[in-house]
């Protein structure tokens, strides 16, 4: 998650937030409902995972140990500190963006403390501990992907310096949100926003009405991406090393290049595309589902 607003708006209580916007978890404030609520979020999005996810995710998972209740994030920071050195901070909702790459710079992942209400299983406007943790938190036990993910905050900040910050946005949209790897097995998901989602899962490895083309770090950070449907552009990486190659290096050139470069098209194919193929023979996939949030990126 990450966003740019910090209102009366929003649906968190930022008035006991820190400096740095972190909160107090409060876990025993969750209520048997919630508890109830977690566990169908959980139950449900573990039933396609198998042969949707990739295998550095479906390890964090597990790791993460979080099937039968709302996780404490204090104790999942244990784990997640021994394995890649990252932890877990409590924050009450979107946070601004310069806050938001600090904590990633400091391998400290924001985690919204409150939970969706039932009505909202499938749809909500902000996201919440189940997008969070469930779509974020496995993958940070890779260390190559944690590793990326901290180098990516220690861009953005750049970034902001540079008056980039919706390319940097881009990147982290189809990457860390709606990312897909290939692997032996096959085409998977590695992205929060598609993993955390019931009907984007199955939709962005399969659906003919996506494109599927693979990563290349210009033409992601000057694709537009939707907020409000699911997405029509989805970037393909071989190899989770991939991301760090690409984001390691000096970006100011490039960056005040593509600050005035033309914005892409995400429903259109642009020159030098490499298509990859879906999963499945695809078939079309009913777009009238609404789509959970993915992260509150300021719309480039
Ligand atoms: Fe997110």
């Not at 916007?21 to 969750?30: A, D």
């Not at 992601?220 to 699911?230: E, G, K, L, Q, S």
């Not at 789509?291 to 990126?297: C, D, I, K, Q, T």
Request: glycine share 6%.
């Amino acid at each position: 998650m990450y966003g740019a607003h910090t209102s009366s708006a929003l649906r968190g209580d930022y008035r006991r937030a820190r400096a740095d916007f972190t909160v107090e978890q409060g876990w025993h404030r969750y209520s048997a409902a919630d508890q109830v609520l977690w566990r169908r979020l959980y139950e449900r999005q573990c039933r396609q995972l198998a042969d949707s996810a990739c295998e550095a995710y479906i390890d964090g998972l597990a790791r993460a140990g979080s099937a039968t209740r709302i996780p404490d994030l204090k104790a999942v920071s244990d784990a997640l500190t021994a394995a890649t050195g990252w932890r877990l901070v409590a924050v009450p909702g979107f946070i601004p963006d310069a806050q938001f790459f600090a904590h990633l710079a400091a391998r400290q992942f924001p985690v919204t403390v409150w939970l969706r209400k039932p009505e909202e299983i499938d749809y909500l406007v902000e996201p919440d501990i189940f997008h969070d943790f469930f779509g974020h938190v496995p993958m940070l036990f890779d260390p190559h992907f944690a590793d990326f993910v901290q180098r990516y905050g220690e861009q953005g900040l750049h970034a902001i310096t540079l008056d980039a910050l919706p390319l940097v946005a881009r990147l982290y949209w189809y990457t860390v949100e709606f990312g897909l790897i290939e692997t032996p097995k096959g085409l998977r998901a590695y992205g929060a926003g598609i993993l955390s989602s019931a009907g984007e899962t199955a939709y962005a490895l399969d659906s003919a009405q996506a494109l599927r083309i693979r990563f290349d770090l210009q033409r992601c950070m000057r694709t537009r991406y939707r907020i409000d449907a699911f997405q029509k552009t989805y970037f393909v990486i071989q190899s989770l090393d991939q991301l760090m190659a690409a984001i390691d290096q000096d970006l100011d050139l490039l960056l005040t290049q593509l600050r005035s470069a033309p914005e892409l098209d995400p429903e259109h194919l642009a020159p030098g595309d490499r298509i990859v193929a879906p999963r499945r023979s695809a078939m079309p996939i009913p777009m009238s589902k609404p789509v959970p949030p993915p992260a509150g990126v300021a719309t480039p």
